[in-house]
Each structure stands twice: as C-alpha cells, then as structure tokens.
C-alpha cells in the first residue's frame, strides 16, 4: 500500500508558475508509473501528466510545453512544475501511482487560476 499527500496549490494569476508536490509514504520503485490529474469544476478528472524511468514523460496536449513532470526517487516526492498558466488549468490535482493490483491517490490539492 502507499499513501500520496499531493500540496502546493493556490491561487495564482494567468501567466504565473505553481510547483505541486507529491510525497509517498513509501519508497515508489523508478520504474513504477506516478502521475498527475486534474478535475475542473464540472468537469471529469482528466490525465495531466505521468513519469516512469526509461521513458519520456508524457504530457496531455493542453499542457504539453507548460507543465514538467518530475521525480526524486531519494525522497519519494513527485512534482509538477507548471508555467504560464492560464484560467483552463483551474480545478484540483490528484496525484496517482498503481503498485501491483491496487491504485493509489492523493487526496489533491487546488490549483486556482485567475484572468
């Protein structure tokens, strides 16, 4: 099993940069996906972005040039730095890993975007 604790949101104007953080409660092996979602008010929770070692990240297209995924294995903490942003990557962001048979969630953290 494994607990993520997602932080970092706030409110921000468009244009401006946020970093979320994602802390494990375990060690996550490098090679097991983690990744970031997001759910806007009304909308469905949608794929933002995923990690795993050996690969290139994956970004959705919205956010592909904008957002970094990122990882440091040493502290268990995923991360996703996100510039230039703009009122359509408001909603909450959810942190995810899959290990084994079970999925796993952040409890997530908002991410509001003024105009």
């Known amino acids: 099993q494994a607990q993520l604790q997602a932080s970092g949101g706030g409110l921000v104007q468009a244009g401006g940069s946020l970093r979320l953080s994602c802390a494990a409660s375990?060690?996550?092996?490098?090679?097991?996906?983690m990744g970031w979602y997001r759910q806007a008010p009304g909308k469905q929770r949608e794929f933002v972005a995923s990690?795993?070692?050996?690969?290139?990240?994956n970004y959705a297209d919205s956010v592909q040039g904008r957002f970094t995924i990122s990882r440091d294995n040493a502290k268990n903490t995923l991360y996703l730095q996100m510039n230039s942003l703009k009122p359509d990557d408001t909603g909450v962001y959810y942190c995810?890993?899959?290990?084994?048979?079970?999925?796993?969630w952040g409890q997530g953290t908002l991410v509001t975007v003024s105009s």
């Open positions: 995810k890993t899959s290990i084994g048979s079970g999925e796993y």
């Open positions: 375990r060690t996550i092996h490098s090679s097991v996906v």
């Open positions: 990690i795993r070692s050996g690969r290139d990240p």
